[in-house]
T-cell receptor, first 113, second 111 residues
C-alpha cells in the first residue's frame, strides 16, 4: 500500500513568488492535513480538508491556501512568498476511523531566497 | 488556549531506559499522540492514548493522565537507531486531522 506522496521534495523560490505543493494521500483516506515545520516553531497546523471541504484551519495568513480534489489529492498554495516561509511542509492523511492516526508524507522543503 | 511542553533535549545510554515527559493544556481533549522523527524524515506514529493508563507496544510504552494533563513515552532497551526527535501532540474535540504539537524532544543515544 503506497504511503502519502508529496511533490516536489525540494524547491527554491524568491521573495514575492508563489508556490504550489501537491499531496496524494493513502488510498482510501479522505482527510488530508497540512503542517509547516520550522526549527523555531516546530510543527504547526495549516489546514485540513475532508471530502473537498476545508474542515479546520490554523492561524496562518490568507497567503496560505489549499484545496482538495474529488480523488482526495490536495494542493496547498503560498502566494507572495516571504523569507519566513522557508520550511518543511508536511502533508498527512487519515482514514477517519478508530484513532484517526495521521500518516505523514516525506514533505516538501521550501527555501525562499 | 492550547500549550504542550516537553524537554528540548535528552541523552541516554544504549541499552538503558528513558522516559520523555509531556504536559499539555487544551480547551478540549480527544487523544494524545507520540511521533518519532529522524532528521530529514517524516514523523512516524508511535502511540495513541485517549484513556488514562499505560499502552505498551514492544520496547515503547506511553502513559496518560487526563486529570493531570500529563503523558510520558518510555523507551526500553535503547538502541542507537532510537536517536531522533520525539513529538508529543494533542487533538481537541471534533478536530479531525488538527493536532497541536509540542516542540519535540531530541534524544541522543550514546554507546
Amino acid at each position: 500500500k503506497a504511503g502519502v506522496t508529496q511533490t516536489p521534495r525540494y524547491l527554491i523560490k524568491t521573495r514575492g513568488q508563489q508556490v504550489t505543493l501537491s499531496c496524494s494521500p493513502i488510498s482510501g483516506h479522505r482527510s488530508v492535513s497540512w503542517y509547516q515545520q520550522t526549527p523555531g516553531q516546530g510543527l504547526q497546523f495549516l489546514f485540513e480538508y475532508f471530502s473537498e471541504t476545508q474542515r479546520n484551519k490554523g492561524n496562518f495568513p490568507g497567503r496560505f491556501s489549499g484545496r482538495q480534489f474529488s480523488n482526495s489529492r490536495s494542493e496547498m498554495n503560498v502566494s507572495t512568498l516571504e523569507l519566513g516561509d522557508s520550511a518543511l511542509y508536511l502533508c498527512a492523511s487519515t482514514h477517519e476511523a478508530g484513532a484517526n492516526v495521521l500518516t505523514f508524507g516525506a514533505g516538501s522543503r521550501l527555501t525562499v531566497l | 488556549g492550547q500549550n504542550i511542553d516537553q524537554p528540548t533535549e535528552m541523552t541516554a545510554t544504549e541499552g538503558a531506559i528513558v522516559q520523555i515527559n509531556c504536559t499539555y493544556q487544551t480547551s478540549g481533549f480527544n487523544g494524545l499522540f507520540w511521533y518519532q522523527q529522524h532528521a530529514g524524515e517524516a514523523p512516524t506514529f508511535l502511540s495513541y492514548n485517549v484513556l488514562d493508563g499505560l499502552e505498551e507496544k514492544g520496547r515503547f510504552s506511553s502513559f496518560l493522565s487526563r486529570s493531570k494533563g500529563y503523558s510520558y513515552l518510555l523507551l526500553k532497551e535503547l538502541q542507537m537507531k532510537d536517536s531522533a526527535s520525539y513529538l508529543c501532540a494533542v487533538r481537541g474535540y471534533n478536530q479531525g486531522g488538527k493536532l497541536i504539537f509540542g516542540q519535540g524532544t531530541e534524544l541522543s543515544v550514546k554507546p
